[in-house]
């Protein structure tokens, strides 16, 4: 699996501290499809992250991170300024966890079509994984996005997309004009019954929107997770997933949240682990529940949940009972 | 507003551990008072705290802190030996949180009527806030806040009162004895109905609380919150405000606690504030019910919750979803 | 009360960060009868653990940390290569905690008879507490059991046995093969339904397996928890205790867990403290059921809840209000 | 005092760890002018910053920290899109400290002339302080930066520059270009031999640079500081300060460095002082020389020492006695 | 070794962050004769510690912290409002630390002499160790310490008394008159030349210093330090002892210092040392100038130099090559 | 450049403290080839680890720590009981530095000759890097290095061997033993003075002692490194490179150290970093000893010091002047 997106430096409040109140500061570095990478390369699956940071330390270590958790790097430009930050404030009960976003003038919107070879960086590849917020990049971004499903349309490479859609990144009307022309190359989509009315134009609503929004754009499977936000510290998910036949549908979970950060990722991921390893659509939509599901308990963006605690949570032991 | 009571340094066990188990604390600074004019003062309302602490360092840096939050200070008085500190261990769960109190022979207590100029001090004030933790330091510190009282009516500045009755500091008799007779210069009371009874003996209850209490001694307004403890993880609060003519009822919060001290204080601001804006008595009661309520989820004494997101509470947004 | 048993390095992952992510840990000792030593100790019973330590530092600050809390220490043998370790990540939600345990080779399991001068370390005591993840730590630590439960048995001292079942240790059938010859020289028993079954063949449920197992092995008291395991954030746990008699049986308790190592220690440590008192049953498990509650509340592995505490919570005050 | 520049966040790795190696910042702020005015504010004049930072609550928290050591702040604009960031890496020995800039497209870089009333804020103010990291930063500030000087020069406030040239920002030739007709404007220019010669094209070396340098371009003061770098843990430091007559030596100091950010700013601060008090030049230039020394015995960029510690230093008392 | 003195709360502010930035403490205790109690205990010899400390969980920490080190701690009395707390600010190069003393009214300075049964504390005991710190407690102090006093010569047990003259205490005519009266029950001083004169009227300098004071007041045992404070970071340190006959000089040692706070304590323990193993006055005046300097290099005030470490280093192995 | 040796875990007391005192544990992971490895990758060239860590968490995270830094790691093998570990005392001045080490019955001794396929792994290496470390480990690690060594010769893989004798693990003698067989297939040999006299009999000193031992073993290249240990905060190095025909001397360094472990490493790399870049040997050995100097001034065992930095302070750049 190759991963086209933005690497950033998270910059998280300790425990609960408001971002008024810190002078600390836990470092990680996230991007949407950057982890969904990591999730897969616990997995077992080999995956390439390419994007574009600044040749100094911070550039540095956003690629070791990548690579301590087992992506490759190599196809990772080096240049340009700076690599965006996100500022995390962890939320607790009525109080919303808040995110400041400082991602404009990056060197990831800098990217300049001649630093990618995708024709060998695909080579070999199953999917290209993509999420709404590299085109929210720009111009610059979009013209290397056409290359790589250019490339990936050739090559036999399918191609996922995570909506992902960002209201501080870009509106809804400017996302729809930019996400909807690339559907024609998508096979998965992944998003919400939200995504499909606000961004699609799909009115229908609950399985009926899945499978509207496949044929409407001819795409092979749809995914959708749902959210039920009780509390900053308390969320139930569950999801479906349309193959082009029925809808299947997950577990519900109820989580007492570590991080929310990056749940979508997971269950991206899970569902891409899913179609690699051929399973029907019920393991498949229950996997990737489960996957996002225990995203929530670990903490920044990274899902280091194994394949083994992924599979025992989907089959149904959520006891949670300590392992010793 | 001006704001006049003792400043303390509260000294926290890290996360669970016990007083006994520490080798470090987290060290801010509170006062019930204070706390509420930093309130205040994140809302836009320009406050001036009033207290006494040591001159070194460690006085310094508890004016500083409240420096940072946006209080006015230059009414501090510097000397005398010591500042009193608070050791605080949260609870969790089954297990009660903890707060020893170590405020004897402090700077506070040993305050002197010639160091506060109070008609120059409450120049321009619209508000004299202050809580039962005061007179409780002393017949020194009565003498300065009968002084402080005298002005206050002289130049028709309000005078609010947060009962704040604390067991560790006085008996309920030794309160009600100093307490009672300050009602007399008394605009709006703020407390519960334990303290109604116990105090200042107004035997009805519900609401009738509140108007028993406000006639018997001629009180314009008065405010109650009622706190269920389910454990020290999880409490639900509500409040009620009597405005001379009828209760107003706020909604009821069930909290997931993060740091359950300076509850109160929040609340009283949030009436305070209300006050200010001539809002109506049910969005006054929204407002501070809200405001306390996000105290919880904030560590340490000062609540940081801005105007938008107490009102975004306070008018039924509560799903803590995460703002990005 | 005398205990034997093994002492251990516990390394905990911070927060809820993975063994994988984390740099950082936190040190302390454990060990299944120390920690019921210490809970002793606190509660004012002398105590004194009996153990093996290598001599260096970490050797030493494992002697110290019971020192610290109380617990008598000059009959701890010195020498051997290595502390025991345990890597902790504590769980959340649907993720399960998880303990790796680094415990072979240890100074413990070179324990040698001539180290021990049982007569003159029983002298003067009422218990000898141990658990059973002493002899599953092999021959040389089985032969010096074998002398500490003669020495017992000719001095009058009573013997309690916790099963404490560890799978990383040994299996069902092992454990039984050892415990059971163990058993004639227990006094009290401390188990659960699970144990009674899988380790000592006895059929009967409910109140009834206590009972049973007391008139299967001749022993005197038997005590059982019982664990409902929602998630790896919130259990919920009951115990019963077993005279002779009668079943008596405790309060429950539904937990929000900060800690939930060493909540079976603290429940022995319970019991033993009530027989020690001459309570009637039914004080004795609620005081133990609420002693291990409380345990779940604290980090680490020590019961550092007072006496006044566990009392309060057994009468079933559980509001968890500050104390202030 | 009256300071015009931009505020950073100040990010640093903690201890002597690298960039690369660290998941942990130390969060601060700091500003060559806002240091200076820090400085002064400890000292017991009122100082007041001004420049522009982001809404949010990192812009929020960079006035906030300057509040709390008693910096007015009202005059700061608010709005645009970020705070510029320093990451410092410490060095050590052999091993040179490293700061990465990532202050390219700031909010501060987009300051408007119309956000500040110059007439306004200079009204009454002794000094209006500069550094050349301000026009540093283009066109946009270099406008708002000739408001200010002409409103200073209409209202006799002095003006001070200091050189502050930092060849990440610009090369030596643009700011020579930028600074050069500055100096019309500068009462006192704080810098050293390197920037007199390479900056401003004065040849002449030792006490005769700073004559020179008075003379070219009509100044009234000037001040050097010289650093002899041992390593990155040690450096020598003396200062110079000529005052139209003659040019006063300061003692030297060999410093064992704890933070090497910020001496300059702590040493223009100095100058500045004694010009405020009317010392003579001697008492001066030790004064400077002593804060600065001070300085790098403090961590982050403030200049925290107390006035009566940098007397004490000034006036020979090094010996670092414990003072208890 | 029987030691009677305060016991306070030492909070630091972490690394060389000054009091006025930090927001968190590490937390240790401390006491001029509890030190030297841990440091004997190190070394294999029984000690037991007299205090008196409230009864709250940080007088019980206190107690916590000398039983980890090995003191005995049985006659430590319990009651009273407060412990004693030592804010304290590491200095480094030309800044001093800073010693802020917050130890007025405390439990220490309500000892009741009834609460102190001395005939039983001291039995058995060879010396019983006090510090000047202790009668600078004031009258009810003075009265203990006169029955323990009273009672060591009784029982026969040496005293030895370490002047430890602190100017934020008491004066040194104060110091003077309670001391003076208290050398005819001391067998050894501990103090320096600045004492001999200052405190008991000793006009003699270097080595005759020490006879002089001992034939002025009949003590047998007169022990001195010195100490040249090059800078807050570096001191050198040497030591004299005279045992009736001649007088005995250390080694000098130049320190590169982690923490200074203790080295007087650690001193005199290694006198104490010295004169129990009855060593001649070369050895013993090397061990305790060895302890002191050792001492320098370990946080806060405990020495937990072993006597290995000691010897080593007494016996001129000073080159600190890693141990491994 | 391929390495095989065992990886630790290495826990660090932090700062100055005490392994006797502190409570929490700052982990990194280790290895003497390792750590060359590692220092090689940072420079540009391609390394590849070979090892064997257990299964669990704690082995990947090992695993995880080499990979972060662009070491290659799919040649090791998972399995065995348990990591080994160091526990790592900071010295300071006088204090020497401590590690405990806890490395026996580790995964890594019970490694298999069938784990490893060596000429699939040295397929197109240059180097072999080993150290004394590794067949200290005991037979079954002394099979799999025959193994090793028998594939380079047959592929044309050079060796290198480092001394790293440690008393710890090994007497000389029983180094000597396992040690001066394995010269026969090395073509580098890393030590000093003292290993070619204590384990090979080579009694020549100074320059004369490279070249006697180059002969008597037949070696192409002999390096050592030589350390003045002034305290344990400071040291000089300095070093010597013998290519058979003569010796090169680097510059000495004194250094003020923040780390000193992983010096010869830094060494070890940095003579293969020279020979492969085909330097000659006086650029060889000035980069080597740059190399060293510069690992003492960064935490834990990795060199991160860039290529561009050694070369700088190789050719004399040492001021450490701040880069910014």
Same mark, same amino acid.
């Given at each position: 699996v190759v991963t086209f997106g933005e690497l950033l430096l998270r910059l998280d409040a300790p425990g609960h501290e408001r971002l008024l109140q810190t002078d600390r500061y836990r470092a990680s570095f996230t991007g949407g499809e950057a982890n969904a990478a990591?999730?897969?390369a616990q997995w077992g699956i080999e995956t390439r992250a390419v *994007?574009?940071? +600044?040749?100094?330390?911070?550039? $540095?270590?956003?690629?070791?991170?990548? =690579?301590?958790?087992?992506?490759?790097?190599?196809?990772?430009?080096?240049?340009? +300024?700076?690599?965006?930050? /996100?500022? #995390?404030?962890t939320g607790a009960s009525q109080r919303a966890g808040k995110v400041i976003y400082d991602r404009l003038h990056t060197s990831f919107r800098q #990217?300049?079509?001649?630093?990618?070879?995708?024709? *060998?960086?695909? @080579?070999?590849?199953?999917?290209?994984? /993509?999420?709404g917020t590299a085109p929210?990049?720009?111009?610059? %971004?979009?013209? &290397?996005l056409a290359d790589a499903l250019a490339a990936a349309r050739s090559l036999? &490479? =399918?191609?996922?997309?995570? !909506? @992902?859609?960002? @209201?501080?990144?870009?509106?809804?009307?400017?996302? *729809?004009? %930019?996400?909807? +022309?690339l559907l024609a190359q998508v096979d998965l989509l992944l998003g919400s019954e939200a995504d499909a009315r606000g961004l699609f134009g799909v009115e229908a609503s609950g399985e009926e929107s899945l499978a509207a929004l496949a044929e409407k754009f001819n795409?092979?499977?749809?995914?959708y997770t749902e959210r039920d936000s009780h509390s900053a510290s308390e969320n139930t998910i569950r999801a479906m997933f349309y193959d082009g036949h029925q809808v299947a549908h997950s577990r519900s979970y109820t989580i007492e949240i570590v991080d929310r950060i990056g749940g979508g990722d997971a269950f991206a991921a899970?569902?891409?682990?899913?179609?690699? !390893?051929?399973? +029907? @659509? $019920? =393991?498949? &939509?229950e996997y990737a529940a489960a996957?996002? !599901?225990?995203k929530h308990t670990i903490p920044w963006d990274f899902n280091l949940a194994s394949r083994d605690e992924v599979e025992r949570l989907a089959s149904g032991e959520s006891t949670g009972r300590l392992v010793r």
């Open positions: 990591v999730a897969l *994007s574009k940071v +600044p040749e100094h330390e911070i550039g $540095q270590a956003a690629i070791n991170h990548l =690579r301590r958790y087992g992506v490759r790097t190599e196809a990772i430009a080096r240049g340009g +300024p700076r690599l965006g930050i /996100l500022y #995390v404030e #990217v300049e079509r001649e630093e990618f070879d995708w024709p *060998s960086i695909l @080579s070999g590849a199953g999917w290209l994984h /993509l999420t929210a990049g720009g111009e610059a %971004v979009g013209a &290397v036999g &490479v =399918r191609v996922s997309l995570d !909506c @992902s859609f960002r @209201s501080a990144l870009w509106t809804r009307e400017e996302a *729809s004009a %930019v996400l909807t +022309p795409l092979r499977w749809v995914a899970g569902i891409l682990f899913g179609l690699l !390893c051929g399973w +029907p @659509s $019920q =393991r498949i &939509v996957a996002a !599901c225990l």
